[in-house]
């Protein structure tokens, strides 16, 4: 069947062939190094390097081939690529029964951090002795680090170690340090973890120490305990005074609310008292309106109707006088004409004059009776009119006293509807007024001389005297004794601020 292929063909897909081949000997053979791991390629003859001492001629290390954090074509049959691990090494080491200067066993604990060096001699250096054994890297590291250990224990005091454990994991790490770095290795950090011993020597290191930071301790806390217990006592007393104040405050908000609510407990009572003078007095306004309408209507339908009958019987009277006196005068002008005309007559008959003198004494008789009648027809008149003024003024009386009692009936039924406060808010009222008529008398005195033990205090004492004495006349005249008024009244409110006070420590 190959015959039928084209030798063209056959050469494409034998160089194809070829380029796969040698694409996959590349791939195969191209190795590149991991972050931690270096590549050492041998295969190459190291330079000779002849001993300027002993003149022997030796081939180095430059035929191996370093490759760290890169890539490299490892030529199949000539060459062999090995690896070398540079990751850190945590290694633990522990020495017992180190001794020290001063001859006191201790046991020790440390870490070290090792690893291969980052250099190609170091690498070099490391998979000489290494590279088919890299565990014995831990075994190596902690053999070094244990006799570098125990050479400075056995330099340095207990003292020296425990109190300056920096200083002393350095000197182990430059005491070690130019093993480690001749086998490859660098010590990174190396630092002591534990450090004991078999007897008390170092429990006995640190009693006096303790002793003195327990005694602190014990000082501090006492101390502590004198602050807070300070501070205690200084809360409870602020706690106390507050309370103090709060007491004194709630006091005198109950004094401020007693006095308000004694007040409007008061208030009550003062305002019916006010409001029931405010009615006695407009009915008093309205009794002297009534009054002063009773005493028109007696003006308007007696007193002026009586006024006028008065004048009409006084003018008739009058008129009936003058007529009378005017019919007497024209009756004795008649007589003592007809008389002269008689004595005339007599006279010239003989018996003139007696005559004459018995019609004048006639004349004079009959004059007097008129004038009798006159005058007593004027008293007539006039007592009339007396009789009608009194009835007006009798009936005037009796409308006002109708008036005025039926005031005092209202004032009385007021009267009755005050309570005892009531009452005696008046009478107190009253009593300065009663006080001042007292001692108005005493107001007009230009020069007062007190003859008295007392002295000058005898004036005031006489006026206390002479109201003392007015209420024992008001007692006397009208039953009502001030003194006891007072005094029920001011047992009651005692007794009721005593109940309110005792009802409230009970609630309290």
């Known amino acids: 069947m190959l015959g039928f292929v084209p030798p063209l063909v056959l050469g494409i897909v034998g160089i194809i062939a070829v380029l796969l081949l040698v ?3 590349i791939i195969n053979r191209y190795k590149v190094a991991g972050p931690n791991e270096a590549y050492i390629v041998t295969g190459r003859k190291g330079k000779e390097v002849r001993n300027p001492e002993t003149g022997e001629i030796s081939t180095d290390l430059s035929g191996q081939k370093v490759v760290m954090g890169g890539g490299v074509f490892v ?10 691990d540079l990751s850190s090494r945590r290694i633990m080491v522990q020495i017992r029964g180190a001794v020290s200067g001063q001859g006191v066993k201790l046991n020790l604990d440390g870490v070290a ?3 291969v060096g980052g250099n190609e001699d170091s690498i070099r250096a490391a998979a000489q002795r290494f590279l088919t054994q890299q565990d014995e890297i831990e075994t190596f590291t902690q053999e070094t680090l244990a006799g570098s250990l125990r050479s400075i224990v056995g330099a340095l005091s207990v003292e020296q170690i425990i109190r300056d454990r920096a200083a002393f994991a350095q000197s182990v790490a430059d005491e070690s340090e130019s093993s480690l770095t001749g086998q490859g ?19 006995d290191l640190g009693r006096p120490e303790s002793a003195k930071v327990g005694r602190l301790a014990a000082i501090a806390e006492a101390n502590a305990r004198q602050e807070a217990e300070q501070a205690r006592i200084a809360a409870e007393q602020q706690i106390a005074i507050a309370e103090r104040e709060l007491s004194l405050k709630n006091a005198e908000i109950k004094a401020e609310t007693d006095a308000a609510q004694a007040t409007a407990a008061a208030a009550g009572p003062l305002a019916q008292a006010d409001r029931d003078q405010a009615i006695l007095a407009e009915q008093e306004k309205v009794a002297v309106r009534q009054a002063a309408l009773k005493e028109r209507q007696l003006d308007t339908e ?5 006024d006028a009958e008065r004048y009409r019987v006084e003018t008739e009277a009058e008129a009936r006088r003058t007529s009378a006196i005017r019919q007497a005068d024209a009756n004795r002008a008649a007589s003592i004409a007809k008389a002269e005309a008689d004595a005339e007559t007599a006279r010239l008959t003989g018996e003139g004059d007696k005559s004459r003198r018995s019609a004048l004494a006639e004349a004079e008789a009959i004059e007097g009776a008129r004038r009798g009648e006159a005058e007593k027809a004027r008293r007539i008149a006039e007592a009339e009119a007396t009789r009608a003024e009194g009835e007006a003024e009798a009936a005037a009386i009796l409308a006002k006293g109708e008036a005025e009692a039926e005031a005092m009936n209202k004032r009385a039924e007021a009267f009755a509807r005050y309570n005892e406060a009531a009452v005696l808010q008046m009478l107190v009222e009253v009593l300065p007024q009663v006080a001042e008529k007292v001692a108005a008398p005493m107001a007009g005195i230009d020069k007062l001389t007190v003859v008295s033990t007392d002295g000058a205090g005898a004036v005031p004492k006489q006026v206390t005297n002479n109201v003392v004495q007015t209420m024992e006349l008001i007692k006397n005249t009208t039953g009502v004794d001030l003194t006891k008024l007072v005094a029920k009244y001011s047992e009651e409110a005692t007794d009721s601020i005593g109940q309110g006070s005792n009802g409230h420590n009970t609630a309290g």
Do not use: E, N
């Open 75 to 84: 030529m199949p049959f000539v060459q062999r690529l090995h690896v070398l």
């Open 185 to 203: 290795l660098v010590l990174d950090t190396f630092q002591i973890q534990d450090i004991t011993d078999d007897g008390t020597y170092l429990s």
């Open 302 to 306: 007696v007193r002026k109707p009586a």
């Open 23 to 25: 694409g996959l000997l």
């Open 113 to 115: 951090i090792v690893k």
